[in-house]
């Protein structure tokens, strides 16, 4: 025996212009029939919450499912799947579609090469495919959006799922953003860790999804916007705590890659704290309470 529920959707083409559309939301469980052999056009997520099966891909190879576990099906790909007969699994599948589906891939969070991946948890992608559930009831008119919305949600739950990444992160990415404001060149950062340049490059594409220049470049341009937007501090000097001593140059980075110079960006934020800065990440669900001013003396 076993137990579907499935709803399909029809995205309009302007829809799809948000990048990534969902196609279709499902939530099996039990001695599921046998899908396939297929192909398909578009991507499919199933993730196998308990359980255990088994798949073959492209390679013809028949593997064992066991749950934890996520199934990539690609467009263009051939696919055969079931759940074995005498345990049955609890499965949830999302089919979606898009232009960002090509980013999402060269980041390395859809893996056409690795159908198969053992997951540490579902719980984060089922919560993604919670919301998606919700959103399907009947005459919801925002569908289409919060569908979509939460196939991105979905990508990366799914990425921090992995079970070959560790609930606090990639080791190597920890410490390159802990020294990201130190000026290393790459092959030092690389020498730190001890790895070749093209070590640690492959480890960042593999974690990050990037570059390890791009992946500093970020932090230490992150970090550039916020002593920028809430400090007095001058430019020559945040570029210094960042990690850049030479000023220029860090105005010529910043304005190439964040599109204004460091200066303009200032002032178009126009929200200095200086004294008030905190690193201490504020709880949403319990903001802090602001006590009334007294009138001035």
Same mark, same amino acid.
């Given at each position: 025996?076993?137990?579907?529920?499935?709803?399909?959707?029809?995205?309009?083409?302007?829809?799809?212009?948000?990048?990534?559309?969902?196609?279709?939301?499902?939530?099996?469980?039990?001695?599921? *029939?046998?899908?396939?052999?297929?192909?398909?056009?578009?991507?499919?997520?199933?993730?196998?919450?308990?359980?255990?099966?088994?798949?073959?891909?492209?390679?013809?190879?028949?593997?064992?499912?066991?749950?934890?576990?996520?199934?990539? @099906?690609?467009?263009?790909?051939?696919?055969?799947? !079931?759940?074995?007969?005498?345990?049955?699994?609890?499965?949830?599948?999302?089919?979606?579609?898009?232009?960002?589906?090509?980013?999402?891939?060269? @980041? !390395?969070?859809?893996?056409?090469?690795?159908?198969?991946?053992?997951?540490?948890?579902?719980?984060?992608?089922?919560?993604?495919?919670?919301?998606?559930?919700?959103?399907?009831?009947?005459?919801?008119?925002?569908?289409?959006?919060?569908?979509?919305?939460?196939?991105?949600?979905?990508?990366?739950?799914? /990425?921090?799922?992995?079970?070959?990444?560790?609930?606090?992160?990639?080791?190597?990415?920890?410490?390159?953003?802990?020294?990201?404001?130190?000026?290393?060149?790459?092959?030092?950062?690389?020498?730190?860790?001890?790895?070749?340049?093209?070590?640690?490059?492959?480890?960042? /594409? /593999?974690?990050?999804?990037?570059?390890?220049?791009?992946?500093?470049?970020?932090?230490?341009?992150?970090?550039?916007?916020?002593?920028?937007?809430?400090?007095?501090? *001058?430019?020559?000097?945040?570029?210094?705590?960042? !990690?850049?001593?030479?000023?220029?140059?860090?105005?010529?980075?910043?304005? /190439?890659?964040? !599109?204004?110079?460091?200066?303009?960006?200032?002032?178009?934020?126009?929200?200095?704290?200086?004294?008030?800065?905190?690193?201490?990440?504020?709880?949403?669900?319990? *903001?802090?309470?602001?006590?009334?001013?007294?009138?001035?003396?």
């Amino acid at each position: 025996m076993y137990h579907t529920w499935m709803r399909f959707f029809t995205p309009s083409p302007l829809h799809h212009r948000l990048g990534l559309v969902c196609l279709g939301v499902g939530l099996q469980h039990g001695a599921l *029939p046998t899908v396939g052999p297929r192909t398909l056009d578009h991507h499919v997520a199933v993730v196998i919450n308990s359980g255990s099966g088994w798949f073959i891909g492209a390679d013809g190879r028949r593997v064992p499912v066991i749950a934890p576990s996520l199934i990539w @099906l690609t467009p263009g790909t051939p696919h055969h799947y !079931g759940a074995d007969p005498g345990t049955g699994w609890d499965e949830s599948f999302v089919d979606f579609t898009g232009p960002a589906t090509a980013t999402y891939t060269e @980041l !390395g969070y859809i893996e056409p090469d690795r159908p198969l991946v053992p997951l540490a948890d579902t719980a984060g992608p089922r919560a993604a495919v919670g919301r998606m559930v919700r959103a399907a009831r009947r005459g919801n008119p925002l569908l289409e959006v919060e569908t979509g919305a939460a196939v991105h949600e979905l990508l990366v739950a799914l /990425r921090r799922a992995r079970a070959d990444v560790s609930p606090d992160g990639d080791p190597v990415l920890q410490a390159l953003a802990r020294d990201a404001f130190q000026p290393l060149s790459v092959a030092e950062h690389a020498a730190r860790h001890g790895m070749t340049p093209a070590e640690l490059r492959t480890a960042v /594409r /593999r974690g990050a999804g990037c570059s390890p220049k791009d992946y500093l470049l970020g932090i230490r341009l992150g970090r550039a916007k916020e002593l920028l937007a809430a400090t007095d501090l *001058p430019v020559a000097a945040v570029a210094r705590r960042v !990690g850049y001593d030479d000023p220029a140059y860090f105005s010529r980075l910043f304005a /190439r890659r964040v !599109g204004t110079a460091p200066v303009r960006f200032r002032d178009q934020q126009g929200r200095s704290v200086p004294g008030g800065w905190s690193d201490q990440v504020p709880d949403p669900e319990h *903001p802090p309470t602001i006590t009334p001013l007294g009138p001035a003396l």
